[in-house]
């Protein structure tokens, strides 16, 4: 049709850009070879003080990603409690040779038949052809399912809640092992840090000319090896900015941790997890400012499973960037 897009093409293209905002597979599941390399970069972190918050972090990316995987995983068991109910018939025929005697299965028989459905089942679900058939089944359920007007909430609800948590354990990581490298080398970097009293209110427990008598008291007169936690209070670890300044104060190697927290997609992460938690996920001024997004105050915070997914892999790449810089940084 000259001039234009025919009717024909118009359909097809509109279903399939709601199925890819829609779908999980395609997107929020990528990210669960992460996993592996998360525990990768655990397993290298050499300094003793960084490494145990280097395992938290590969657990709580794990439980993440499980968090991620919540869909595919209740459906692929349904369809499979599904699957094991069809080998039933098949199972009876075979251990129970005279049910047309009208005895009653024993338990015991009732054991092997479950078992018989069971071995059934698995032997079907290794084969191409059986993965192949679970697999079209489970994406054709989610499909099905994820379009129900009834889901729709819970969905968007489940997308913020991966997006919140895949913000806290960054946060937590960042501000934990920062004062692990504080406390362990009080020497050098929590002297750099100690810049900030300087910028700080005179007034509190620690300013820079002096440290409460109740904070010595509280820490056994000796603050060699809490120097990190006394100081972590006067930086502001809940936002990219606060973070990046207390990394940049610490250590000598302002390029390295700059690369790591001058990034879009991690201060959209932020400003994505702040909306959703302190204005219930509706869009306001202060998100647009950080953003720069073409959005419209008021409105819900746009969110599927490609966005979700990049937020997710942002978390989890700045965490072991900022593991694997620390680490370096470390004096040996």
Same mark, same amino acid.
């Given at each position: 049709?000259?001039?234009?897009?025919?009717?024909?093409? %118009?359909? $097809?293209r509109?279903?399939?850009?709601?199925?890819?905002?829609?779908?999980?597979?395609?997107?929020? =599941?990528?990210?669960e070879?992460?996993?592996?390399?998360?525990?990768?970069?655990?397993?290298?972190?050499?300094?003793?003080?960084?490494k $145990?918050?280097?395992?938290?972090?590969?657990?709580?990316?794990?439980?993440?990603?499980?968090?991620?995987? =919540?869909?595919?995983v209740l459906?692929?068991?349904?369809? +499979?409690?599904?699957?094991? #109910?069809?080998?039933?018939?098949?199972?009876?025929?075979?251990?129970?040779?005279?049910?047309?005697?009208?005895?009653?299965?024993? @338990?015991?028989?009732?054991? &092997?038949?479950?078992?018989?459905?069971?071995?059934q089942? &698995?032997?079907?679900s290794?084969?191409?052809?059986? %993965?192949?058939?679970?697999?079209?089944?489970?994406?054709?359920?989610?499909?099905?399912i994820?379009?129900?007007?009834?889901?729709?909430?819970?969905?968007?609800?489940?997308?913020r809640?991966?997006?919140?948590?895949? /913000?806290?354990? +960054?946060?937590?990581?960042?501000?934990?092992i /920062? !004062?692990?490298?504080?406390n362990?080398?009080?020497?050098?970097?929590a002297?750099?840090?100690?810049?900030?009293?300087?910028?700080?209110? $005179?007034? *509190?427990?620690?300013?820079?000319? #002096?440290?409460?008598?109740?904070?010595?008291?509280?820490?056994?007169?000796?603050? &060699?090896?809490?120097?990190?936690t006394?100081?972590?209070?006067? +930086?502001? +670890?809940?936002?990219?900015?606060? !973070?990046?300044?207390?990394?940049?104060?610490?250590?000598?190697?302002?390029?390295?941790f700059?690369?790591?927290?001058?990034?879009?997609?991690?201060?959209? =992460?932020?400003?994505?997890?702040?909306?959703?938690v302190?204005?219930?996920?509706?869009?306001?001024e202060?998100?647009?400012?950080?953003t @720069?997004?073409?959005? %419209?105050?008021g409105?819900?915070? $746009?969110?599927?499973? &490609?966005?979700?997914?990049?937020?997710?892999?942002?978390?989890?790449?700045? *965490?072991?960037?900022?593991? %694997?810089?620390?680490?370096?940084?470390m004096?040996?």
């Open positions: 049709m000259a001039g234009g897009v025919s009717p024909m093409t %118009k359909k $097809p509109r279903r399939h850009k709601k199925k890819t905002e829609l779908i999980f597979q395609r997107n929020i =599941l990528e990210v070879n992460y996993h592996d390399t998360v525990e990768k970069c655990a397993q290298k972190i050499r300094t003793k003080t960084i $145990p918050y280097a395992q938290v972090f590969a657990r709580n990316v794990e439980d993440l990603i499980m968090l991620c995987g =919540l869909p595919v459906l692929y068991t349904g369809v +499979f409690e599904t699957r094991h #109910t069809a080998f039933i018939p098949g199972a009876i025929l075979k251990i129970k040779k005279n049910l047309g005697k009208g005895k009653p299965l024993t @338990k015991s028989e009732h054991r &092997r038949i479950h078992q018989e459905a069971d071995r089942l &698995r032997k079907y290794e084969s191409a052809a059986g %993965k192949e058939a679970i697999k079209k089944e489970v994406e054709f359920k989610i499909e099905h994820l379009n129900m007007s009834d889901m729709r909430q819970a969905v968007i609800n489940l997308l809640a991966i997006t919140v948590t895949s /913000w806290t354990i +960054f946060e937590a990581l960042s501000k934990d /920062w !004062i692990a490298a504080l362990s080398n009080c020497d050098i970097l002297k750099r840090a100690m810049k900030i009293l300087k910028e700080s209110s $005179p007034s *509190g427990d620690i300013t820079s000319k #002096t440290i409460s008598t109740d904070l010595l008291a509280k820490h056994g007169f000796d603050v &060699r090896n809490c120097m990190g006394l100081l972590s209070g006067k +930086f502001d +670890f809940t936002g990219v900015t606060g !973070i990046k300044k207390a990394y940049v104060y610490a250590f000598d190697n302002k390029k390295m700059e690369r790591i927290f001058d990034v879009k997609g991690l201060s959209h =992460l932020e400003a994505s997890r702040h909306v959703i302190h204005n219930a996920g509706i869009i306001d202060n998100y647009l400012r950080r @720069k997004r073409r959005l %419209k105050v409105k819900a915070l $746009p969110l599927n499973s &490609r966005i979700v997914s990049r937020h997710v892999k942002k978390a989890i790449d700045s *965490g072991c960037q900022l593991l %694997k810089a620390v680490d370096k940084c004096p040996r």
